[in-house]
């Protein structure tokens, strides 16, 4: 199984970005997919995850309110798209997959993508 992530970049503070993750195939193994950062200095936290059937959807509570998550079936990508960025959204943003639903630690997570960089600036 192979991710691949994109989107990342640079945007001021009060701004919006959308970062995409492609899975190269749907197995059980890849029931859930996940949106993780890491800040510089900082543990590997969760962000998002989302179930590929029913689309049910869970957040940190650091971000309810401005990301959304969602995903594709035909295209096996899903989407992160982030409003009302904050400076301390700055972070290396991953995707990973997974078999279980409702975990937010990392290590339920089995496969993982390279990670794109966000940069908010105040």
């Known amino acids: 199984v192979q991710l691949q992530a994109s989107g990342g970049g640079l945007v001021q503070a009060g701004g919006s970005l959308r970062l995409s993750c492609s899975v190269s195939t749907l197995t059980t193994d890849t029931n859930i997919m996940g949106w993780f950062r890491q800040a510089p200095g900082k543990e590997r936290e969760f962000v998002a995850q989302?179930?590929?059937?029913?689309?049910?959807?869970n957040y940190a509570d650091s971000v309810k309110g401005r990301f959304t998550i969602s995903r594709d079936g035909v295209l096996r990508t899903v989407f992160l798209q982030m409003n009302s960025l904050k400076p301390e959204d700055t972070a290396v943003y991953y995707c990973a997959t997974g078999p279980h639903y409702g975990y937010t630690e990392h290590y339920r997570y089995n496969y993982w993508g390279r990670g794109t960089l966000v940069t908010v600036s105040s």
């Open positions: 989302i179930r590929w059937r029913s689309g049910s959807t």
